[in-house]
């Protein structure tokens, strides 16, 4: 069974700072999306990494993939309040349509 | 765009009853998804379905069937509604392997 694990679960940022989240996965995977979802509102898609060291950025976030070590991270880079919202990361598997998804890292930006 | 629209935003139901979910796409995606989401959970996938008329249980099938009789459409049916399953359902659909799910705006369903 593919597992799914975000890291932190909550995340308090200061205004200009740098954060990282982790998703860590349990099954050999070389694709996993990233999504961003605000309160009240549905899923809205990121970053779609298809391959080991696959690397995205738009604005401040940027999305890695090491396939190797079944770890993405999602870096964002002088937060501002614009970017509170929960991020999801999510596995599929080869031949499967399933998306497996972590638990949500919820962002919080203060001033 | 792609557009993806669930029936309903809200919805109050008592226990017992037969609740029907709707879930339209308009880009002729082949797999469409129902998920629900509650709280420190993430999303938990309760069935998909790859074509017309084809379904498979996801990771938390029990008390939910579902039908796909066109291939834009994708329904969520709780046969006897249960207030465990108070929650936020979530459609998606994609066009396969490799791409990522386009998501409705979800359906909170409340039942009483």
């Known amino acids: 069974e593919l597992k799914v694990e975000q890291n932190p679960l909550f995340l308090s940022m200061q205004e200009g700072k740098n954060y990282t989240i982790y998703c860590n996965y349990s099954t050999t995977s070389d694709r996993l999306y990233w999504y961003r979802q605000d309160p009240g509102k549905s899923l809205e898609s990121l970053f779609v990494l298809l391959s080991n060291g696959a690397v995205k950025q738009e604005g401040r976030l940027m999305a890695s993939l090491d396939t190797k070590a079944r770890l993405s991270t999602l870096h964002i880079t002088a937060a501002v309040h614009d970017l509170s919202a929960t991020y999801f990361c999510?596995?599929?598997?080869?031949?499967?349509?399933?998306?497996?998804f972590g638990a949500g890292t919820t962002v919080t930006v203060r001033a | 765009d792609v557009k993806v629209t669930q029936s309903s935003r809200y919805l109050v139901k008592r226990t017992g009853e037969k609740v029907f979910l709707e879930c339209v796409q308009d880009?002729?995606?082949?797999?469409m998804f129902w998920y629900r989401q509650d709280p420190g959970l993430g999303l938990r996938l309760i069935y998909f379905?790859?074509?017309?008329?084809?379904?498979e249980k996801g990771d938390i099938p029990e008390g939910y069937s579902v039908s796909r009789e066109k291939k834009e459409r994708f329904s969520l049916i709780l046969e006897s509604a249960s207030t465990n399953q108070t929650s936020m359902y979530l459609c998606?659909?994609?066009?396969?392997?490799?791409?990522?799910?386009?998501f409705g705006q979800g359906t909170r369903l409340t039942v009483v």
């Open positions: 880009m002729d995606h082949e797999n």
């Open positions: 379905s790859y074509d017309v008329k084809m379904k």
């Open positions: 999510a596995v599929d598997l080869l031949n499967d349509y399933k998306l497996s």
């Open positions: 998606a659909s994609s066009t396969g392997s490799y791409t990522e799910a386009f």
